[in-house]
């Protein structure tokens, strides 16, 4: 039987902001994604989900962001490799306090937004989040888009990574996400998501925005817990993933 994991952005509240239907959805997927307080999350928040996970038995990972709450993450940033390493040691380790605390373990990373598009095509960043992950715990798992520059630095480097898909995501034919401001960047059709993650999973496969089919690798899905269609997705897409004989298991 194929395995896939399946994992989500969660934990993304902080103060009186609330984002996202994180208890539902961490009883329908296989890893979760952290917010670590840069880009979305709060000390309160941050605990609250581990325990939530822990309480499931899914696997933890840490989504360590860009420092932009107002921006949630999502506007680049002219940051420096030394800021970018110091970032991710920062809220990784912020992250694991909580899991262990409560008697977890961390498996992942997977950087945030802008962050982890940025470092999809700059190696250069890539890699200096790559060193900061392996020196913090070399045996954490790196999630980087298919493909991606991020996904070489960390091979590089001596961790194991796991690519990336998007369920309700486009692609252009370099196998990049289309913009969010660009129109038909977010698939919003679930049985077209369906469809297009069964091809990814089972054929390595993915229909681009410009009508072509390119090859991708496919280790991890990405859900969007913060819309509002997100619970449903997620049951239609384990539904579709169980009558395809594809068992969701976490990459450990």
């Keep these: 039987m194929k395995k896939i994991d399946l994992n989500s952005d969660l934990g993304e509240s902080f103060g009186r902001y609330s984002c996202g239907n994180d208890y539902e959805i961490i009883k329908r997927i296989s890893s979760a994604n952290i917010a670590c307080g840069f880009h979305a999350g709060d000390p309160v928040v941050m605990e609250q989900t581990v325990s939530f996970a822990l309480k499931e038995g899914i696997a933890i990972g840490a989504h360590p962001g860009l420092p932009d709450l107002m921006g949630f993450g999502r506007r680049r940033m002219n940051i420096s490799l030394k800021e970018a390493r110091a970032y991710l040691i920062y809220q990784i380790g912020a992250l694991d306090a909580f899991v262990k605390a409560l008697g977890g373990r961390l498996q992942h990373v997977k950087p945030h937004g802008a962050l982890y598009n940025m470092a999809a095509s700059d190696y250069n960043l890539a890699r200096a989040i790559a ?11 790196l999630v980087g888009l298919a493909n991606s520059q991020l996904i070489k630095a960390g091979e590089e480097v001596g961790l194991r990574v796991a690519n ?3 369920a309700d995501r486009a692609y ?3 196998g990049k996400l289309v913009s969010r401001r660009e129109l038909g960047a977010v ?3 679930s049985s077209l998501v369906v469809g297009r993650v069964l091809n990814m999973v089972l054929d390595n496969k993915v229909e681009t925005i410009e009508g072509n089919e ?7 899905i990405c859900v969007h817990g913060d819309t509002e269609s997100a619970l449903a997705l997620v049951e239609q897409l384990n539904q579709a993933l169980e009558e395809n004989n594809i068992e969701v298991v976490s990459l450990l």
């Design 214 to 220: 390119v090859e991708i690798n496919a280790d991890t």
């Design 164 to 166: 990336e898909v998007f």
């Design 172 to 174: 252009t034919n370099d």
């Design 131 to 141: 060193e900061a992950i392996y020196d913090v715990n070399s045996e954490l798992i």
């Design 187 to 189: 698939i919003k059709d």
